[in-house]
């Protein structure tokens, strides 16, 4: 009796392309999250309008700012060649955009934290620093949370478990991403940049 041998073909693994459930469903947080920083914004200038020039210890300075600012924005770029090289099944550029990308992020985090030791009032000194630390720590926690995601997706990347057609959990990682940059604008915006337009 001769021998057989059954071929299993290999089972899928994720969804094809990028519109998953998953995705979707970070659309979702996103929007509920997103809810969340409108409120912690909207309560920053209700405060400046009642305030006025006693609403802000000092003016706002772009030492640290202004270049952490930019060192976050650039990981948005970083991420996106890296998920776009996902989608052409480019390997290596996918793990060294995602490798980038985390590596600002954390920069980002790191210079944050220095910011916090240098300002002249605490978190319970006023209610502008109450805002203050409230807000940029909540968007703190938004990025470590979405480098943790870059890590996972990084290493998964190195192992091998995606291609060009199943690459779902960089998307989602990545609209993540984008949208903590995207929070991070709004913020810079309204702490940085609008004391000097007579805001506050």
């Known amino acids: 009796m001769a021998d057989t041998t059954i071929r299993r073909p290999r089972l899928p693994v994720g969804s094809i392309g990028h519109k998953s459930f998953g995705w979707w469903g970070m659309i979702a947080i996103i929007m509920s999250e997103g809810s969340l920083f409108a409120y912690l914004l909207f309560s920053y200038y209700y405060f400046a309008v009642q305030y006025g020039r006693d609403w802000i210890p000092e003016m706002p300075d772009f030492t640290l700012a202004a270049p952490n ?9 970083f991420v ?34 220095l910011e ?10 006023t ?5 203050y630390f409230i807000t940029t720590g909540f968007h703190m926690a938004h990025v470590a949370v979405g480098a943790a995601m870059l890590a996972a997706v990084l290493l998964w990347s190195l192992l091998g478990y995606f291609d060009s057609e199943r690459h779902a959990p960089i998307s989602i990682a990545a609209v993540y991403w984008h949208f903590v940059d995207l929070v991070w ?15 506050g």
Do not use: C, H, N
């Open 116 to 125: 916090w030791g240098e300002k002249p009032f605490t978190y319970s000194s």
């Open 80 to 113: 996106w060649w890296g998920e776009r090289s996902a989608t052409r099944g480019r390997r290596a550029k996918q793990a060294l955009g995602l490798a980038i990308g985390l590596a600002l992020g954390t920069i980002f985090l790191i210079v944050q934290y």
């Open 185 to 199: 604008l709004a913020i810079f915006f309204t702490f940085y940049v609008t004391p000097y337009l007579g805001v």
């Open 69 to 77: 600012t930019a060192v976050l924005l650039s990981s948005s770029l």
């Open 127 to 131: 209610s502008y620093g109450s805002s």
